[in-house]
């Protein structure tokens, strides 16, 4: 069963199609990647999804429900969660407040109520499980701009978990880390998202191929190819669309 599809899902930019009748769907449970070269419109497709564009033709559908027009708070509450592929962390606060803040929206508790929060010793509690499980606990009281770049974005990705979604869209989660950031960072998302659905935008194919169970690929807007990592790794005409981006 599908819990998120698109259908002739197009967008474009003055002109320029981005997105051209785009028929994505995700499994309830499965991990699943949105690969492509560079251009080839990931993404547009994960904002248009999100909300954060309306598409210019086609309809997405979340849960069985049309919300090709939901604005991204919309789309929070309905139970989508999402990194970006820029760190968004609340630079000021510490990382435990970032957690909190998360906690705090999961049970639908105003911002503007910061001042009793720290008399809420369930949301504590449960703050401070999900720093010891991200082994973030040493930095419990370090703002999030003084965190190394690698931390700061496992942060990132918890605080897109930490409020139980439906499913999770992680945005180039390895983006900028050394190989030994990325390899925390895969261990972290696999522990974070077993058995949850999970869209990911990637480039490190070998991030993509230890995570997805399926794999959506992108071409100048178009859906190439879908199948198995093994299968998207025998096809002809993805090497061809990779290889082609090399050679410009």
Do not use: C
């Not at 809420?120 to 999900?130: L, S």
């Not at 992108?218 to 859906?223: A, P, V």
Request: aromatic share 6%; no cysteine; hydrophobic share 40%.
């Amino acid at each position: 069963m599908s819990i998120l599809e698109t259908k002739e899902l197009s967008h474009d930019f003055k002109g320029l199609w981005a997105l051209r009748n785009v028929g994505l769907q995700v499994k309830e449970g499965e991990r699943h990647a949105i690969i492509g070269p560079n251009g080839a419109g990931k993404t547009t497709l994960f904002n248009v999804i999100t909300g954060t564009y309306v598409p210019s033709k086609g309809n997405v559908f979340f849960k069985g429900n049309d919300v090709t027009k939901a604005k991204p708070n919309e789309m929070v509450r309905l139970g989508m969660g999402r990194s970006f592929q820029i760190t968004s962390t609340f630079s000021r606060l510490t990382a435990f407040e970032n957690i909190r803040m998360a906690v705090l929206s999961k049970r639908g508790i105003r911002f503007n109520l910061f001042k009793q929060v720290d008399k809420m010793n369930d949301v504590t509690e449960e703050t401070d499980a999900i720093l010891k499980r991200i082994n973030l606990d040493g930095e419990r009281d370090i703002p999030a701009s003084a965190l190394s770049y690698g931390k700061s974005r496992s942060l990132e990705i918890s605080m897109a978990l930490a409020t139980d979604p439906d499913i999770v869209m992680l945005d180039e989660p390895t983006a900028g880390m050394s190989r030994d950031e990325t390899h925390t960072a895969v261990e972290l998302v696999r522990r974070l998202t077993e058995g949850k659905t999970t869209v990911i935008i990637e480039h490190d194919m070998d991030v993509v191929f230890s995570l997805a169970d399926r794999i959506t690929v992108l071409h100048h807007g178009e859906i190439l190819a879908v199948g198995t990592p093994g299968e998207i790794e025998k096809n002809q005409e993805v090497k061809d669309a990779y290889l082609g981006e090399m050679e410009v």
